[in-house]
């Protein structure tokens, strides 16, 4: 997509400023990240910040502060268009008429309706703005928020560990250890960037999983990364048992069971709260699953596991990214990874863009995302 015109420093400002959003991830939540970089009249980097926390002040604010008299005349690179609206904090919009910033370039429009307006309030006060700078890679770094506010929902990651040939355990059951210590470490942060991790009652019971993150050293002068909310999917609440590793306290935990369910040991136990959901096809409803989550402000949840859960994920298209760890092994027969997607013909199959591919110690880790039509 062709972007705005602009010159070379602020490409590699706004680029800067996508690396500073980028830390926010863990921390914002149920706010966006966002980075912004001040560049003064000469066009060297008088300024830049990024929000922290909700509730704290906008990158906006942290910039121009840092920037001083030098904004006046000056350019502002933002990965989110500047808020217009008077919430936690005074809007980034008129922050900026004030500090005489000429010039805004923003990467991605705003679509909350509580804070839009933003570009035509600078545009009024006669400041010139210049939208989709790097739009993509600001779409990625936030597609949780994004997608949260555009759709309703939460932004599905969808992750999973495999040998070369797609298998998750061998025959017999075994599948510690199928990636490496390093890919392991990696999921860590997957689950530590993400406001809920959620497994079905297959994983519960055969693995008995933790679920909580090894957080990350906090970034510099921002808040403590927090634990991901734990999430069980127990339509009959006879997975997770009083003494299930989830119920440690570590991290919340939200057991969803079916309305019907005798969910006594869990209603009355201090660490679980219980969400009741009606069923669907088998199982819980996906649908009333994805607006409690919602409701409760969660972004983005982490699918950890199993194959029928990732399955009806995909049936409802509900995944807005895939995660997946390949370790250079074959096993030849065991589980696959994905199972019941409701996918028959090949017409009919899940088409995907791949965001990146690397090197993650001995073991190969792929991103991608639903491939647009
Ligand atoms: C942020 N950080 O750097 C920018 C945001 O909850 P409030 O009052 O702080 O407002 C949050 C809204 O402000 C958010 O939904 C987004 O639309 C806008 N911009 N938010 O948290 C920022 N620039
Ligand atoms: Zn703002």
Redesign the pocket.
Known sequence: MAGPQVNERERAAMSRALRLAARGLGT?SP??V?G?VVLDARGERAGEG??RQ??G????VHALREAGGRARGGTAL?T?E??N?T???AP?ARALVEAGVRRVVYAVA?P?P???GGAATLRAAGVETAAGLLGEEAERVNAA?LTS?RRGRPHITWKYAATLDGRTAAADGTSRWITSAEARADVHRLRAEADAVLVGSGTARADDPHLAARLPAPAPDAPAPVQPLRVVLDTTATAVRPGARVLDGAAPTLVAVAGDADAGHLEDHPHAKVLRLPRAGGGLDLTALLDALHAREVRSVLLEGGARLAGAFVAARAVDRVVGYLAPALLGAGPQALTDGGISTIADALRLDITDARRIGPDLRITAVPATP
């Open positions: 914002t706010n966006p966002v912004c990024w929000h909700a509730g002040p906008h990158a906006e933002v989110l500047p808020c609206h919430g936690r904090t980034c705003d909350d509580r804070a839009e928020w506010v």
